[in-house]
């Protein structure tokens, strides 16, 4: 069982950078692939970034790469998401999720068996 909790949501300017972080309880955590989503109000959850369960492969979506980056520590059960050049279609609900076998399918729902409440991400234009 893995229970994840996001923060570092908030509120910021076009052109502004956030860091939402992920704590993940249980031993097992290195074992995960782990990713980041998020939802828009009125549309459905859509895939962000993943990382393997090593660190040493990311994914990102066409719409924030080179923006945003996953990163992840182990050895303190987190996984990180710098996002940088925030633009006003970034607001969203993100989203933590982790799941044994994201791969290959690192972009579907279906592929992660563990999820964070969420966290608000509001950019102003």
């Known amino acids: 069982q893995v229970q994840l909790v996001e923060s570092g949501g908030g509120l910021v300017q076009a052109g502004g950078s956030l860091r939402l972080s992920c704590a993940a309880s249980?031993?097992?955590?290195?074992?995960?692939?782990m990713g980041w989503f998020r939802q828009a109000p009125g549309k459905e959850r859509e895939f962000v970034a993943a990382i393997s369960w090593t660190g040493g492969s990311t994914f990102h979506a066409d719409s924030v790469k080179g923006r945003f980056t996953i990163s992840r520590d182990n050895a303190k059960n987190t996984v990180s998401l710098q996002m940088n050049s925030l633009k006003p279609e970034d607001t969203a609900v993100y989203y933590c999720?982790?799941?044994?076998?994201?791969?290959?399918?690192?972009?579907?729902?279906?592929?992660?068996?563990?999820w964070g409440q969420g966290t608000q991400v509001t950019v102003s234009s």
């Open positions: 249980g031993r097992t955590f290195s074992s995960y692939g």
């Open positions: 999720a982790g799941g044994r076998r994201i791969f290959p399918r690192f972009t579907s729902l279906s592929s992660y068996d563990y």
